[in-house]
C-alpha cells in the first residue's frame, strides 16, 4: 500500500508538522491502517480518504507515539500506544466505507 506524500499531507489533509517529524509516522500509519482496510479495492475518492486516514494516523501517533503508565499507590501499570487505530481515522474509513469489519474467505472457501 502506498502512503500519501508530504505535499498532500501539507495541501490537501492540511497538517501544521514538519517533513522530517511527521514523515516515519505516516508510513508507520500506513502499515496500521492496511489491516483495517482488509485489502480492498480502492477506486474513486477512495485512496483521497485513505491518505487522509493516514495522515489523521500519523498525526494521532506523532502525538502519543510511546508507553503510558499509570501509578497507584505501589502498583504500577504501563502499556503501549503503538499500533492502535485513532478515533479519527476510524471515521474517515467508516464513512468511506473502507473500514473491513468482516471475512476475508481465500481459496476458494464456502
Given amino acids: 500500500m502506498t502512503y500519501p506524500d508530504y505535499g498532500f499531507y501539507r495541501e490537501i489533509f492540511g497538517g ?3 517533513e522530517e517529524v511527521i514523515m516515519p509516522f505516516i508510513r508507520k500509519g500506513t502499515d496500521i491502517l492496511g489491516g483495517y482496510i482488509g485489502g480492498c479495492e480502492l477506486s474513486g475518492n477512495d485512496e483521497t480518504e485513505l491518505f487522509r486516514a493516514v495522515c489523521a494516523q500519523g498525526e494521532y501517533m506523532e502525538e502519543n507515539e510511546g508507553f503510558s503508565s499509570v501509578k497507584l499507590g505501589d502498583m504500577t501499570a504501563s502499556y503501549e500506544k503503538r499500533g492502535v487505530i485513532c478515533p479519527r481515522a476510524a471515521a474517515i474509513l467508516e464513512k468511506a466505507g473502507l473500514l473491513f469489519r468482516g ?4 481459496n476458494g472457501g464456502v
Fill in 103 to 106: 471475512v476475508t474467505v481465500r
Fill in 16 to 18: 501544521s508538522e514538519e
